[in-house]
């Protein structure tokens, strides 16, 4: 009975929103709920009783699990990575049409918190905006909130998206695409008119 | 050979894919608190089913978890009281295959009773007491005892010198149970039952509602009152019970149950006294109950359950709690909200966002972040975009309408939701039915908000969109195109004086000149104020800030990180400068001529301008209140100013405080390592180790350094946190001060004209005076003797005494 029986030995089947239907061992004993992730409510629960190891397990799960990092090449090797990104009051905010402002940004931005700086990235050749920017905010909760609020919605009519920076450094401001922009404008197929049209490579073609 | 990668099976991201051969205790309590968790949401087989299911498994794993599933039952009926029914009955089926377990549930429920008390976490022990009346419900809780708790609570409004918010809660914690519960109980005590609610009504008939106008969202009666909340809910009570406790709403899956549930024993409640009243215990404020809508509003479908119906409460209650689960997770909180069970009886869109904007608009502030409700609503958007985008249109429309008694922070609540969230839908709205607005003076509340809104729709985009998403007719309303007023810009007739100099600083920055050039070039502005015997010329030059600084910001003035740029490398010429009070003030005006069509950039300024010290608090407080500013005084970017100005004050006195506090138990911890360094160093030691005899007089006077600087570090931190502490109290007097003095002007002006003194701007000043009480209570709350002895007295003019004391009345 109970739930010792089925622990072992039982293949990772892909899980069932239910629980056991029947008394004994239910057909989907397994520890990871339908759709990957944890509910935030078992997070809610989880985090009021976690004992110390279970948070270093959980954070090696992560470690083990991680995406590559979405710019390339990463920085510093990954656990120092890991632990500034932990800790960072920085935001990375893409997907940003050239010609949104840094006033504009602020307002937005400073919905969630107040705003210590904004760095707007820039073309390295024609020192233009190039659709991103570095926004820093003095708290990381402020940040936090940022992520959970304004990342994926509209700025100037387009979904942005925001992801924890490391924290700028002077030169990271430039896109590193060979054209001087982002990297992701240097091979995008679609017209986008907020973005310089088609991508660079369509162009030269 | 397939070149699979690890991801492919199971999910990706998630889980190590490292599987564990054996069954380790981790993974098991893992999966007890899953299935605990998981239990009531969605699921192919029934609510009953997974329930008794999981009861026999949890039955089974007592004997080696029995202290794991008490803490996690213990948590979910704390944090999860959104699916208190779907537990309780959990834990009566529990109880009625074990009774143990149940004798010690309740124990474990109530010592976190008394922990969630003692803590000030009154609405986690809310949760939990209504848990504990469902408990009767399924026979784990016999209902006398119940009953004996109850007359404990209500025994609190007995006592004498208690804030009135204490009693306030015990009572609120009886009468919001009733629904569950109400049914039961009287049917086993009716008598204690009646003479209880005797007790409430004869405490609710004499307590005081001096809060009530400064918590209510509209100051109107109609359409909707806005309740108090325990008038509301005695209100509902009693209606409960004229209907006999009939109640349809709650889901009560205990029903299916009860053949196998009242056979079970059930257990008595310990006696419990509720703990007595310290000075440092913090009771939930007084609110107001927020209607927008009733059964006329939703035009087809389930009707809306009455204000006073005890559906309404249940409703409001549940979601509310949905909300304090999952905020952080707006598209988890969005799907819980919209699959709330029942919603086919009920007008769900309607109640989510008439729930929503309750906490938006609660006074004094939102449960969360203001920002957190924009997003949910634009994920309920695209959950349901067939029906609740017209819901919230419709909302909209009726405030819009109401906006005449809206409360003034409301309203600034409403113009921030309202662009950010046209923002999100490429500005796209109705303007030709808000016409009406038109034709009315431009303070009147409907076309003010309107220029508020667009003035905020502009800061998200650019001024020339607005022009194109408005009718042509709403141009009066257009936001001023955000350009600066460089007054030396042209060549005219009469050339001001300073002309020539702002050439000259010009070309000095260009030239990269530094700030000590600067100075002396400066040096040869003639002062107007100043007489001709007066050598020194380093006193206040009005002149000379307007001319560099009008200078500096037209060189900087392409965009904020210019702006920013240029008043850093020029700090030490803005420090000087501004030496005086006279030179802190002058310094905003002129920013304030220079900026005047852009407040987005006065605002980001005037921070800068404090957070590198070359103004202080009081100047900007100064400044706002003063008669040049008189024209902007009702516009909303003024009063962002004003409170980002007194945050910054009060997040400087909380930083040096735990500096301080710090330092303190950093001194704390030497001294006892000092102690423990004698110990160590006793005369055994000295005879047997002469070496640490040769080295104690050293290490004694390395531990005395050490100690010593760390006091002068705390009497330094000690001396901060007064000063800062005086600058802060300094600053509420100077805004008290000052609001006193233009509501005392106004309301003398029109009694000796024999005026209605409800002019526009008499409202919408007195709501402003209200807002520094409500945003800052707890700050204020300190100063509250000062103020009394200096500034609130028995002389003042009772319009303006009443906010005090509607102030004093949220903590009583």
């Known amino acids: 009975g109970g739930i010792c029986g089925s622990v072992?030995?039982?293949?990772?089947?892909?899980?069932?929103?239910?629980?056991?239907?029947?008394?004994?061992?239910?057909?989907s004993a397994h520890p990871q709920p339908s759709g990957g992730a944890w509910t935030p409510v078992t997070e809610k629960i989880r985090h009021t009783l976690q004992s110390p190891a279970k948070t270093d397990s959980a954070a090696q799960r992560s470690f083990f699990s991680c995406n590559w990092p979405t710019r390339w090449p990463p920085q510093g090797n990954r656990y120092e990575q890991e632990k500034l990104l932990k800790q960072s009051c920085t935001l990375y905010v893409g997907n940003l049409s050239f010609y949104t402002t840094e006033e504009q940004v602020h307002e937005l931005f400073s919905k969630s918190g107040d705003v210590k700086r904004i760095i707007i990235g820039l073309d390295k050749v024609k020192k233009t905006a190039c659709g991103f920017c570095f926004v820093e905010y003095y708290t990381r909760a402020d940040a936090e909130n940022a992520m959970r609020f304004i990342n994926g919605t509209r700025l100037d009519d387009r979904i942005i998206r925001t992801d924890w920076d490391a924290g700028f450094k002077e030169g990271r401001q430039f896109g590193r695409g060979k054209s001087g922009g982002q990297v992701r404008d240097e091979y995008r197929q679609d017209y986008d008119p907020a973005r310089g049209g088609y991508g660079k490579l369509v162009q030269k073609s | 050979m397939s070149r699979r990668r690890h991801s492919d099976e199971g999910d990706a991201g998630s889980q190590p894919h490292k599987r564990r051969r054996t069954s380790e205790p981790i993974e098991i309590e893992d999966r007890l608190e899953s299935l605990i968790c998981r239990v009531g949401e969605k699921s192919t087989s029934s609510l009953e089913s997974n329930l008794e299911g999981l009861a026999g498994v949890l039955e089974a794993d007592l004997p080696n978890y029995k202290g794991k599933i008490l803490r996690i039952l213990c948590a979910v009926a704390r944090l999860l009281p959104e699916k208190l029914t779907v537990y309780t009955t959990l834990v009566g089926l529990l109880n009625a295959r074990n009774y143990n377990f149940g004798g010690e549930f309740v124990e474990a429920m109530i010592r976190q009773l008394k922990e969630t008390l003692k803590s000030n976490l009154y609405s986690e022990a809310l949760y939990l007491v209504r848990f504990l009346?469902?408990?009767?419900?399924?026979?784990?809780?016999?209902?006398?005892?119940?009953?004996?708790?109850?007359?404990?609570?209500?025994?609190?409004?007995?006592?004498?010198?208690?804030?009135?918010?204490r009693s306030d809660w015990y009572v609120y914690a009886v009468l919001s149970s009733l629904p569950w519960v109400g049914k039961e109980l009287y049917e086993k005590k009716d008598v204690e039952m009646d003479r209880l609610f005797n007790q409430i009504e004869g405490y609710l008939k004499y307590r005081q509602k001096t809060h009530v106008p400064m918590l209510q969202v509209w100051t109107a009666e109609k359409p909707h009152p806005q309740e108090e909340y325990l008038d509301c809910l005695w209100a509902q009570v009693q209606k409960l019970k004229k209907d006999r406790w009939q109640e349809r709403h709650i889901l009560r899956p205990y029903i299916a149950f009860d053949s196998v549930l009242c056979e079970a024993l059930q257990h008595n409640l310990p006696p419990f006294t509720p703990p007595a009243h310290s000075d440092d215990a913090v009771y939930p404020m007084p609110h107001v109950v927020f209607r927008m809508f009733d059964y006329t509003d939703a035009p087809e479908g389930p009707v809306m359950p009455g204000s006073h119906s005890v559906e309404r409460f249940v409703i409001e209650e549940n979601l509310h709690c949905i909300i304090k689960s999952h905020w952080r997770e707006r598209k988890t909180c969005a799907a819980q909200l919209l699959s709330y069970p029942g919603k086919n009886k009920i007008p769900l869109n309607y109640h989510i966002v008439e729930v929503i904007f309750g906490e938006l608009f609660q006074l004094p502030s939102p449960p969360h972040i203001d920002v957190m409700y924009t997003a949910l609503l634009i994920e309920l958007c695209k959950l349901q975009p067939g029906s609740l985008p017209q819901v919230l249109a419709q909302a909209t429309e009726m405030m819009y309408m109401r906006l005449d008694t809206m409360n003034t922070i409301c309203i600034d609540r409403l113009i921030n939701w309202f662009s950010h969230h046209l923002s999100n839908f490429q500005f796209r709205w109705s303007w030709d039915d808000w016409a009406d607005c038109l034709t009315q003076d431009i303070e009147k509340p409907k076309p003010k908000f309107v220029k508020e809104v667009l003035e905020k729709c502009m800061r998200l985009s650019y001024h020339q969109r607005i022009v194109d998403i408005v009718p042509p007719s709403f141009s009066a309303l257009i936001p001023a195109n955000p350009v600066c007023s460089y007054k030396y810009e042209e060549e005219t007739e009469c050339p001001l004086p300073g002309l020539a100099m702002a050439t000259t600083v010009s070309n000095a920055i260009k030239n990269r000149a530094s700030n000590e050039e600067i100075l002396i070039v400066l040096k040869d502005v003639p002062n107007p104020n100043q007489d001709d015997d007066d050598d020194e010329g380093d006193g206040f030059n009005p002149l000379k800030i307007e001319v560099f600084l009008q200078t500096l910001l037209h060189l900087a003035a392409k965009s904020f990180s210019?702006?920013?740029?240029?008043?850093?490398?020029?700090?030490?010429?803005?420090?000087?400068?501004?030496?005086?009070?006279?030179?802190?003030?002058?310094?905003?005006?002129?920013?304030?001529?220079f900026w005047r069509n852009h407040p987005q950039m006065i605002s980001v300024l005037v921070d800068k301008l404090i957070r590198t010290q070359i103004v202080d608090c009081a100047a900007v407080a100064n400044w706002i209140f003063s008669p040049e500013m008189a024209h902007d005084f009702t516009r909303f970017y003024v009063w962002e100013i004003l409170h980002s100005t007194i945050r910054k004050m009060n997040k400087h006195v909380q930083k040096i405080q735990k500096e301080l506090d710090e330092a303190k138990e950093k001194l704390e911890k030497q001294q006892n390592k000092k102690v423990e360094k004698q110990i160590f160093l006793t005369a055994e030691t000295l005879l047997f180790k002469p070496h640490i005899r040769e080295h104690k007089d050293d290490m004694e006077k390395n531990s005395e350094d050490e100690e010593g600087?760390?006091?002068?570090?705390?009497?330094?931190?000690?001396?901060?946190?007064?000063?800062?502490?005086?600058?802060?109290?300094?600053?509420?007097?100077?805004?008290?001060?000052?609001?006193?003095?233009?509501?005392?002007?106004?309301?003398?002006?029109?009694?000796?004209?024999?005026?209605?003194?409800?002019?526009?701007?008499?409202?919408?000043?007195?709501?402003?005076?209200?807002?520094?009480?409500?945003?800052?209570?707890?700050?204020?709350?300190?100063y509250m003797g000062t103020l009394e002895n200096l500034l609130f007295t028995a002389e003042l003019d009772h319009h303006i005494l009443a906010v005090y004391q509607q102030f004093c009345a949220l903590q009583l």
């Open chain 1, 8 to 27: 072992s030995g039982s293949a990772p089947a892909p899980c069932p929103d239910a629980p056991a239907a029947e008394p004994g061992p239910p057909a």
């Open chain 2, 133 to 165: 009346n469902d408990l009767v419900n399924c026979h784990v809780i016999a209902a006398p005892s119940m009953v004996a708790m109850f007359e404990n609570f209500v025994s609190v409004t007995q006592e004498e010198d208690i804030p009135q918010v």
């Open chain 2, 562 to 593: 210019h702006s920013f740029s240029a008043l850093a490398k020029f700090h030490e010429v803005l420090k000087n400068l501004t030496d005086s009070d006279e030179g802190k003030l002058h310094i905003l005006r002129v920013l304030y001529e």
């Open chain 2, 709 to 782: 600087q760390l006091e002068e570090q705390i009497e330094r931190l000690q001396e901060k946190v007064e000063s800062a502490q005086s600058e802060q109290k300094n600053l509420f007097l100077v805004i008290f001060q000052r609001f006193i003095m233009l509501l005392t002007e106004h309301l003398v002006r029109c009694e000796t004209s024999g005026v209605d003194i409800n002019t526009t701007w008499y409202k919408n000043c007195i709501e402003r005076l209200q807002q520094i009480f409500l945003m800052h209570h707890v700050i204020i709350q300190q």
